[in-house]
């Protein structure tokens, strides 16, 4: 969506495909990083952007045990918005949506789920699409599949990711927040168990993390044990627990870690998670993709309006941006091997890694995670013609 909105600004024609009728999904990604709200700032977007209901994270606190730390520190960013918003993903890609209507070149379809590449030759010419009055197909000078980690049209291409592995999965759920309860985002590890609580107004997005694979026998002791281990890691009163009336309440998200090793085929280029799946560590995965997507907009509204798109040209975003994402995966997997993993695993008492007990120390040193997640390794600006232009 980032990407089209983007490029039909530029003037390029761009044709979204969303599979669903609409953008309603619980449990997504819902981190507007600042990085990504500097990028509203560029276009202009950035006051009517704030004026969505959203909540301003400007501190991260986690407790290893009976030590709590301030984790990050994001007042300190050398931007307007020094804070993550979160805001459900619907309201932003609604947000977009509305944006790049404005623009005569750009083109959304709804309830039209991408299932196969059209090929003239070895180049990838188009996608094949299910509708619901049928089949379409769809022809275009680049294909871009921005389809997620489950990628339809990478996996319809051939091309090949290497797996890294992860020692854990997720397990979401909502519970009521009064407005007596802390505003902090908190993140909780004990022995076996680490908690994550985002402040979303009146409820708290609550993650669960779990041994990789055991959501299965986790439903298997029942829905009231659940409960009770949900109960001693709460800040407040345990009652609140029993708000998980039923294990549709609770949705798994399976953690995979994971890197194309070409992003490209001639006619094709795949960007966010259908190039990269990011561990949830620091919740950058949305980041990471509107990079990209920026990244590609950049590089490319030029030749597609010219008609004169070259392999060169998607080679060179994949080597623009294989550098943050390499360096962010393995921060993430240093972090899931090293204190994620050992938690899961411990029998005894949680002691923090060293570079908390230092940020205890030194509080100044909290503005080093911040800036890796709310930056990332290598942010992107939007091009000036595209911050320029009109959509003509």
């Known amino acids: 969506m980032m990407l089209g909105v983007l490029l039909a600004r530029a003037g390029v024609d761009v ?20 990085s990504t709200l500097r990028m509203m700032e560029e276009l202009g977007w950035l006051p009517e952007f704030l004026k969505l209901p959203h909540q301003e994270v400007k501190r991260l606190y986690m ?43 750009f083109d959304l379809k709804m309830n039209t789920e991408a299932t196969g590449l059209v090929y003239d030759g070895d180049r990838v010419s188009g996608v094949r699409a299910k509708t619901p009055d049928g089949p379409v197909t769809i022809r275009a000078d680049l294909v871009v599949a ?7 049209l990478r996996a319809a291409a051939g091309l090949v990711s290497e797996n890294f592995g992860a020692p854990m999965d997720v397990m979401w759920f909502r519970l009521p927040r009064l407005p007596s309860d802390t505003e902090e985002t908190i993140g909780r590890f004990d022995a076996g168990r680490i908690f994550i609580m985002l402040q979303r107004g009146d409820y708290w997005q609550c993650a ?65 998670d259908a190039a990269h799946a990011m561990s949830p560590v620091g919740g950058v995965g949305v980041n990471l993709a509107v990079q990209d997507a920026v990244a590609a907009a950049n590089r490319l509204w030029q030749p597609l309006k010219e008609g004169d798109l070259q392999m060169s040209d998607l080679r060179a975003i994949q080597t623009r941006r294989t550098f943050p994402t390499v360096a962010t995966q393995r921060l993430q997997l240093a972090i899931q091997n090293r204190v994620i993993s050992k938690t899961l695993k411990a029998k005894g008492p949680i002691k923090p890694p060293l570079f908390v007990r230092l940020t205890s120390t030194f509080p100044f040193l909290a503005r080093l995670p911040a800036r890796l997640i709310g930056l990332g390794f290598r942010p992107e600006h939007v091009a000036a013609h595209i911050r320029a232009a009109d959509g003509r």
């Open 15 to 34: 044709c979204v495909l969303e599979k669903h009728k609409d953008f309603f999904r619980d449990f997504r990604g819902d981190t507007i990083h600042p």
């Open 63 to 105: 407790q290893f045990g009976e030590t709590r730390v301030e984790m990050a520190d994001f007042t300190h960013l050398p931007l307007t918005t020094k804070f993550i918003a979160l805001m459900p993903q619907w309201d932003f890609l609604n947000f977009l949506a509305e944006k790049g209507r404005a623009y005569p070149h």
């Open 208 to 272: 669960y993390i779990i041994p990789k694979g055991g959501d299965a026998s986790i439903r298997a002791e029942g829905l009231d044990t659940f409960r009770k281990s949900v109960a001693a890691l709460l800040p407040f009163d345990a009652a609140r627990a029993d708000a998980i009336s039923d294990w549709d309440h609770v949705k798994l998200l399976t953690v995979v870690v994971d890197r194309l090793k070409t992003w490209t085929r001639p006619g094709l280029l795949c960007i966010g």
């Open 146 to 152: 921005a389809d997620g980690r489950h990628s339809t």
